[in-house]
């Protein structure tokens, strides 16, 4: 037990503290992943349900630790942030995610476009406009090529600077989806305010589409308020074909999920892409 500043007593369990060994391993294993080429990228298609072709990929971190093996983002995303090395980490991401963007759209997908996740740290660097816009340069790519993932969460400390950094990169012509959308804080002054090209549909509305009522109303009133501000719908975590009809007949205009595909490794997603391009 350890005493803190208000004479309490403060215990640890034996789960608490394997927990913060396990934290601490990884943020040690985390600074030699990237020299050591443990990190790969998935990509998982979002699907355009007018034509039923791929129009963009999401691009996801995976990580391979030789003892530890697969470490989900979930879990180690956190810890990168916690510690700054999710701007390293965050750039490289950037990059080869851009890189495999400039092949695709070179050997027959001209038009693809990429979906990168942006943690909150990032999008709080004054430099990111700039960053973005030098990577995409480097690869000869439209900015209207990438769109930037952000959560919600991304205007709580600072949300002056948050919609400068979004009017930057907007005038960069870079498109910006909310992820998660309908989970975060004030999601509906953000916007009001921020340039937003596409909403996300977040998977916890999606999931029991088939049998709550709530879900469904909550789902077509995203679609039509997003269409009303002329933004795009994508909803995430689509794993049935009733889902998805539900989704297709409200005017959704993009959907991901296992019901399609999996994120998986790029020459196995060119496979995905070629079985589903256009006739
Ligand atoms: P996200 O951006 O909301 O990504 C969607 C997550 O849902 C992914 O988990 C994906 O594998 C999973 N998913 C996709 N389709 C389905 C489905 O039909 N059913 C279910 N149950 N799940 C589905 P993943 O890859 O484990 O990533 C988790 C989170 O980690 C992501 O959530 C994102 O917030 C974060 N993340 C992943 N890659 C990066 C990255 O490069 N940078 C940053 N900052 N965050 C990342
Ligand atoms: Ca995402
Ligand atoms: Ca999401
Ligand atoms: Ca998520």
Known sequence: AKLDGRN??????????????????????LR??????QFHLH??????LATGTVRSVEALLRWQHPQL?????????PIAEDSGQILQIGEWVLRTALAQLKAWRSCGFPELT????????????????????RVLVEFDLPPDSLELELTEGVAVDDPHAAVATMDQLHARGVRMSMDDFGTG?????????????????????VRDLGNDSNDRAIVSAIIRMAQALGMRTTAE?????????????????????????????????????RQHTAA
């Open 8 to 29: 309490t007593f403060r215990f640890f369990t034996p789960e608490m503290q394997a927990q913060s060994v396990r934290a601490l391993q990884l943020e040690n294993a």
């Open 32 to 37: 030699r992943a990237l020299e050591r080429e």
């Open 43 to 48: 990509y998982q298609p979002q699907m355009n």
């Open 69 to 77: 093996g697969p470490i989900s983002p979930g879990e180690f995303i």
């Open 114 to 133: 990429m979906a990168v996740n942006l943690s909150a740290i990032q999008f709080r660097q004054p430099q990111l406009p700039e960053l973005v816009s």
């Open 185 to 205: 804080y004030s999601s509906l002054s953000q916007l009001k305010r921020f340039q937003i090209f596409k909403l996300k549909i977040d998977q916890s509305f």
């Open 237 to 273: 975590g689509v794993e049935t074909e009733s889902q998805l009809a539900f989704l297709h007949e409200q005017g959704c205009d993009e959907a991901q999920g296992y019901h399609f595909s999996t994120p998986l490794p790029a020459e196995q997603l060119e496979r995905f892409m």
